[in-house]
């Protein structure tokens, strides 16, 4: 991939009113019946803490604690039912189980695919030849090179989202520990890869 920037994003578009289906809705249903829209969870491609904000709004609303003992254990607080995006929780919340952390981990896959199944034009191959066609016009290029750059940024936040689920399943009884084994496996390899 050639000339990806942190630029590159795309925005994972959560219908309000899908939320109400969710396991954590129980206290919002009446500020989530009259929301219109989708609640936006911005990714760009350098990644960093976007994939994880993403994960942590997705592990709220997979859970099944209660309000209360989440803004008391876990840090949790809400100032407007405007600002959903801003609602998250950590992987050390201790009312979140490994269940629930394996079903945010699906949500996010399945905003990831929703976002996939919209971006028009062809595979993520087909954009980079598009791009590198110099007998392809200029702005058909241009137009290639946003669609190319999206897609890379779903592709590596599909990546994440594989590799979270299967080192969730290998992690013992300490499975909160599966994104920092995730993160340390991750520099392993790409230290690795500079050596060679």
């Known amino acids: 991939i050639h000339n990806v920037t942190c630029l590159a994003e795309t925005s994972l578009l959560v219908p309000a009113q899908d939320l109400l289906s969710m396991p954590f809705a129980q206290p919002w249903m009446r500020q989530l019946v009259h929301m219109q829209g989708s609640v936006p969870l911005m990714m760009n491609s350098c990644f960093g803490s976007n994939i994880y904000d993403i994960l942590a709004f997705a592990r709220l609303w997979s859970s099944h604690a209660r309000w209360p003992d989440l803004q008391k254990d876990c840090g949790l607080t809400a100032s407007s039912s405007t600002e959903l995006s801003k609602w998250r929780i950590d992987v050390s919340c201790p009312h979140i189980s490994r269940e629930e952390e394996m079903a945010a981990l699906g949500l996010v ?23 590198d066609d110099a007998m392809v016009a200029q ?15 779903l ?16 992690v013992d009884s300490d499975w909160r520990s599966y994104l920092t084994l995730m993160h340390a496996n991750a520099v392993k390899s790409l230290k690795q890869r500079s050596e060679l």
């Open 139 to 153: 702005r058909l290029r241009l137009a290639a090179t946003v669609r190319r750059d999206e897609k890379f940024v």
């Open 155 to 170: 592709y590596r936040a599909e990546q994440f989202v594989l590799r979270a689920r299967e080192q969730l399943q290998l």
């Open 109 to 131: 896959q399945s905003l990831l695919t929703a976002r996939r199944s919209k971006v028009v034009g062809g595979s993520l191959e087909e954009e980079e030849a598009l791009i």
